[in-house]
């Protein structure tokens, strides 16, 4: 062993450089899984729909997917800035000695607030729901609409 460290035998000085490394990833791995593990609770997002949201030169369109949600259960409210989606999202019980082997979709309260990049008209809105989307069309103020300039 004391021959070894004299002479840095049989690695010469390279493990020794990783080593302190190796050491290092270990020591964050440790804590990373006592973050992420049962020492703190583990942080959700909830349950909320995956959205597109796009636009052309009259409107702001806002596609979500909710599956299994009906039109009456979503309250949708438009500002001059942005639009909010909310409902809740109900998922019958499998029953009370079930074994789930996988739990991906959850129950729950939902809510969506996504500002928008311009002025919008919020007594112009249209929304539908069919096979799981909703597809909200938002036209833009007068004033956020693009206008086109003639040069003289």
Do not use: C
């Not at 899984?33 to 909830?46: I, Q, R």
């Not at 109900?90 to 009370?96: N, T």
């Not at 969506?112 to 311009?118: A, D, F, K, V, Y």
């Amino acid at each position: 062993m004391y021959y070894r460290r004299i002479f840095d035998l049989p690695t010469w000085g390279f493990r020794r450089k990783f080593g302190e490394l190796d050491r290092l990833r270990n020591r964050m791995d440790e804590l990373y899984g006592a973050l992420s593990g049962g020492a703190f609770p583990k942080l959700s997002a909830g349950v909320f729909p995956l959205t597109n949201i796009t636009e052309d030169g009259e409107n702001f369109y806002v596609r979500a997917e909710l599956p299994g949600i009906k039109s009456n259960e979503l309250d949708i409210q438009v500002t001059s800035k942005g639009i909010s989606i909310s409902g809740e999202r109900k998922i019958p019980e499998e029953g009370k000695n079930v074994k789930y082997h996988r739990r991906e979709r959850e129950a729950g309260k939902f809510s969506r607030l996504i500002n928008l990049s311009g002025d919008v008209d919020v007594n112009k809105v249209d929304a539908g729901l069919k096979n799981g989307i909703l597809t909200v069309t938002i036209r833009k103020a007068e004033a956020a609409k693009p206008r086109q300039i003639t040069v003289k």
